[in-house]
C-alpha cells in the first residue's frame, strides 16, 4: 500500500519507545471483540519482548477510568499503551502529562501522529484511511506487532476485522493484513456458507446463526426437520461440496430475501481454528464480562478456549430468544428497541436494513444506546457517530463510526434523544 512508508515511520518509533521504556507497560483496551483482539495481540507481543506489563480491559475510556490512571502515573509512571480508545480522549491523556502509545482507529480529536514528545498515536485518519472500513484497532496494533517480525498475530487482527464488521468486503489495510497472513501461510481461506458457528451439528449452526438470521429455522426442532426434509444428514459438521450447493439452493428457494449467504471463511493457525469462531467466541465472553477469558483465549490458553466455547453457546440461545421477542419501533428515519445489556448492538446490527436500528438498555439512572447501520446507508450520507454526539445536549456522550456508534444519556431523556436523533439522520440521509 502506498501510505504503508508514511505509516511506518510512526510503527518504527513506537518501536523504539517500547524497547526503550525500562519500566513496566500498562495496557488499556476495549472489551468488545476487537478490543480484545488488541489486548491479545500487544500482550503477545510484549511477552515476546520480555517486557512487565499490566492489562485492563473497560468498556469506555472514562474521565474517571482516565483519573485513576492518573494516580498511577504519578505513583509508577509507565508507559501506557491505549488500544480502540484514546483518540477521541486524548486532550485529558495530555492533561494528565502521560507517556503513551494511542492505537486507535476512530476519527481522533489531535490529527498528529507525534502529539507531542510523550505521545504518539497511530490512527488511520490522521494518513486518510477510514477506520470505520479499511482498518480496525487490531489491525493497527498488527500493524505494530509486524514491526517486531510477529507476522503470525494477524490472526487475532483478522478476528477484530471479523468483529468489527469489516470484511465484507476486505479493503484498504484490511485487505493488506489478510494478504499478508496468507503470504505467510498463517491463514486458508475457503468459500463456504455463513454459519457463525463451525465445529458442531449442522442443525445446531443453523439453528443459532445470526448473520443472516433466519426465523423460520431459529430453533433447533425446525432446524433439523428442514435438513432431514432437504436430504442432508442434521448431525454433520461439516458439509461437502454436493450438501453445500444443495443446501444453499434449498434455502435461496424457501427464503428469497436472504442475502449475503456465501463467506470467504478463514482457517487460521490458532487453537480456535476458525476466525469467524474465534471473533464471535471473543464477542460472547466480552459481553458477559469475561475479560481476562478473552485474552487467554487469544492466548490460546486451553481452558479458556473451553470455558469460550461454553459461553458462546449460552450467548447464542439467548441471542437469538432476544431476536425473536425485540420489538422494533419506527420514528421517521431510525427503528429503536429497548433490550438487555449485552445484546443491543449485536441486535441491531442484525435487523439494520433499509433504517438504521438503535438499541438501549436502562442502567441505573442512565441509558445506553447502541446504533447499527450499514454500507448503504453510509453511501447515503449516514454518519451515526455525529448523530449520537447529541448526547452532549441532553447532558451524556456519544461517538464512534459512522456505521456504528453508541451514546449515553439520562434515563429520562430517552425520547428526546431519540427523537433528536432522528431528525439529525432525516438530516443526512436526504442530503
Same mark, same amino acid.
Given at each position: 500500500?502506498?501510505?504503508?512508508?508514511?505509516?511506518?515511520?510512526?510503527?518504527?518509533?513506537?518501536?523504539?519507545?517500547?524497547?526503550? %521504556?525500562?519500566?513496566?507497560?500498562?495496557?488499556?483496551?476495549?472489551?468488545?471483540?476487537?478490543?480484545?483482539?488488541?489486548?491479545?495481540?500487544?500482550?503477545?507481543?510484549?511477552?515476546?519482548?520480555?517486557?512487565?506489563?499490566?492489562?485492563?480491559?473497560?468498556?469506555?475510556?472514562?474521565?474517571?477510568?482516565?483519573?485513576?490512571?492518573?494516580?498511577?502515573?504519578?505513583?509508577?509512571?509507565?508507559?501506557?499503551?491505549?488500544?480502540?480508545?484514546?483518540?477521541?480522549?486524548?486532550?485529558?491523556?495530555?492533561?494528565?502529562?502521560?507517556?503513551?502509545?494511542?492505537?486507535?482507529?476512530? /476519527?481522533?480529536?489531535?490529527?498528529?501522529?507525534?502529539?507531542?514528545?510523550?505521545?504518539?498515536?497511530?490512527? /488511520?485518519?490522521?494518513?486518510?484511511?477510514?477506520?470505520?472500513?479499511?482498518?480496525?484497532?487490531?489491525?493497527?496494533?498488527?500493524?505494530?506487532?509486524?514491526?517486531?517480525?510477529?507476522?503470525?498475530?494477524?490472526?487475532?487482527?483478522?478476528?477484530?476485522?471479523?468483529?468489527?464488521?469489516?470484511?465484507?468486503?476486505?479493503?484498504?489495510?484490511?485487505?493488506?493484513?489478510?494478504?499478508?497472513?496468507?503470504?505467510?501461510?498463517?491463514?486458508?481461506?475457503?468459500?463456504?456458507?455463513?454459519?457463525?458457528?463451525?465445529?458442531?451439528?449442522?442443525?445446531?449452526?443453523?439453528?443459532?446463526?445470526?448473520?443472516?438470521?433466519?426465523?423460520?429455522?431459529?430453533?433447533?426442532?425446525?432446524?433439523?426437520?428442514?435438513?432431514?426434509?432437504?436430504?442432508?444428514? /442434521?448431525?454433520?459438521?461439516?458439509?461437502?461440496?454436493?450438501?453445500?450447493?444443495?443446501?444453499?439452493?434449498?434455502?435461496?428457494?424457501?427464503?428469497?430475501?436472504?442475502?449475503?449467504?456465501?463467506?470467504?471463511?478463514?482457517?487460521?493457525?490458532?487453537?480456535?481454528?476458525?476466525?469467524?469462531?474465534?471473533?464471535?467466541?471473543?464477542?460472547?465472553?466480552?459481553?458477559?464480562?469475561?475479560?481476562?477469558?478473552?485474552?487467554?483465549?487469544?492466548?490460546?490458553?486451553?481452558?479458556?478456549?473451553?470455558? +469460550?466455547?461454553?459461553?458462546?453457546?449460552?450467548?447464542?440461545?439467548?441471542?437469538?430468544?432476544?431476536?425473536?421477542?425485540?420489538?422494533?419501533?419506527?420514528?421517521?428515519?431510525?427503528?429503536?428497541?429497548?433490550?438487555?445489556?449485552?445484546?443491543?448492538?449485536?441486535?441491531?446490527?442484525?435487523?439494520?436494513?433499509?433504517?438504521?436500528?438503535?438499541?438501549?438498555?436502562?442502567?441505573?439512572?442512565?441509558?445506553?444506546?447502541?446504533?447499527?447501520?450499514?454500507?448503504?446507508?453510509?453511501?447515503?450520507?449516514?454518519?451515526?457517530?455525529?448523530?449520537?454526539?447529541?448526547?452532549?445536549?441532553?447532558? +451524556?456522550? +456519544?461517538?464512534? %463510526?459512522?456505521?456504528?456508534?453508541?451514546?449515553?444519556?439520562?434515563?429520562?431523556?430517552?425520547?428526546?434523544?431519540?427523537?433528536?436523533?432522528?431528525?439529525?439522520?432525516?438530516?443526512?440521509?436526504?442530503?
Amino acid at each position: 500500500m502506498e501510505k504503508l512508508n508514511e505509516i511506518e515511520k510512526v510503527t518504527k518509533a513506537i518501536k523504539e519507545k517500547i524497547l526503550n %521504556h525500562t519500566g513496566y507497560i500498562r495496557v488499556i483496551t476495549h472489551h468488545d471483540t476487537d478490543g480484545l483482539s488488541s489486548g491479545g495481540i500487544l500482550a503477545k507481543m510484549l511477552m515476546r519482548t520480555n517486557k512487565l506489563f499490566h492489562l485492563t480491559v473497560v468498556e469506555h475510556l472514562s474521565k474517571e477510568v482516565i483519573e485513576k490512571l492518573a494516580k498511577e502515573n504519578e505513583v509508577n509512571r509507565p508507559l501506557f499503551i491505549f488500544a480502540d480508545m484514546g483518540s477521541g480522549q486524548i486532550e485529558d491523556i495530555i492533561k494528565h502529562d502521560f507517556n503513551a502509545i494511542i492505537l486507535d482507529h476512530h /476519527p481522533p480529536v489531535v490529527k498528529d501522529s507525534f502529539v507531542n514528545e510523550n505521545i504518539i498515536q497511530l490512527n /488511520p485518519h490522521i494518513f486518510g484511511i477510514d477506520g470505520a472500513r479499511e482498518i480496525t484497532a487490531s489491525g493497527v496494533c498488527y500493524l505494530v506487532a509486524r514491526e517486531f517480525g510477529y507476522y503470525d498475530l494477524s490472526v487475532l487482527a483478522i478476528a477484530g476485522i471479523i468483529g468489527d464488521m469489516q470484511y465484507n468486503p476486505l479493503l484498504g489495510l484490511n485487505k493488506f493484513i489478510v494478504n499478508e497472513a496468507r503470504e505467510y501461510r498463517y491463514i486458508k481461506i475457503i468459500s463456504d456458507i455463513i454459519y457463525n458457528i463451525y465445529n458442531v451439528e449442522i442443525y445446531k449452526a443453523i439453528a443459532y446463526c445470526t448473520k443472516p438470521y433466519i426465523p423460520e429455522l431459529a430453533s433447533e426442532v425446525k432446524a433439523f426437520k428442514f435438513l432431514k426434509e432437504i436430504g442432508i444428514d /442434521p448431525n454433520k459438521k461439516e458439509l461437502d461440496e454436493a450438501d453445500r450447493k444443495k443446501l444453499l439452493s434449498a434455502i435461496i428457494f424457501k427464503y428469497p430475501k436472504i442475502e449475503n449467504l456465501i463467506i470467504d471463511r478463514y482457517l487460521i493457525e490458532h487453537k480456535v481454528k476458525d476466525a469467524f469462531l474465534l471473533s464471535e467466541m471473543l464477542n460472547a465472553v466480552g459481553r458477559n464480562g469475561l475479560f481476562a477469558v478473552g485474552i487467554g483465549i487469544c492466548l490460546e490458553d486451553d481452558e479458556c478456549i473451553k470455558i +469460550g466455547n461454553e459461553v458462546l453457546w449460552e450467548y447464542k440461545k439467548n441471542l437469538v430468544n432476544e431476536l425473536k421477542n425485540v420489538k422494533l419501533k419506527k420514528l421517521n428515519n431510525i427503528y429503536y428497541f429497548e433490550g438487555k445489556k449485552g445484546m443491543i448492538g449485536v441486535i441491531a446490527s442484525i435487523l439494520v436494513e433499509d433504517k438504521p436500528v438503535i438499541g438501549y438498555h436502562i442502567e441505573g439512572d442512565i441509558a445506553k444506546f447502541s446504533a447499527r447501520g450499514n454500507k448503504e446507508l453510509v453511501n447515503r450520507g449516514l454518519n451515526l457517530s455525529v448523530a449520537m454526539a447529541v448526547a452532549k445536549e441532553f447532558g +451524556g456522550n +456519544g461517538g464512534g %463510526h459512522n456505521v456504528a456508534s453508541g451514546a449515553v444519556v439520562p434515563k429520562d431523556k430517552v425520547k428526546e434523544f431519540l427523537k433528536r436523533v432522528d431528525e439529525i439522520i432525516g438530516e443526512q440521509l436526504s442530503k
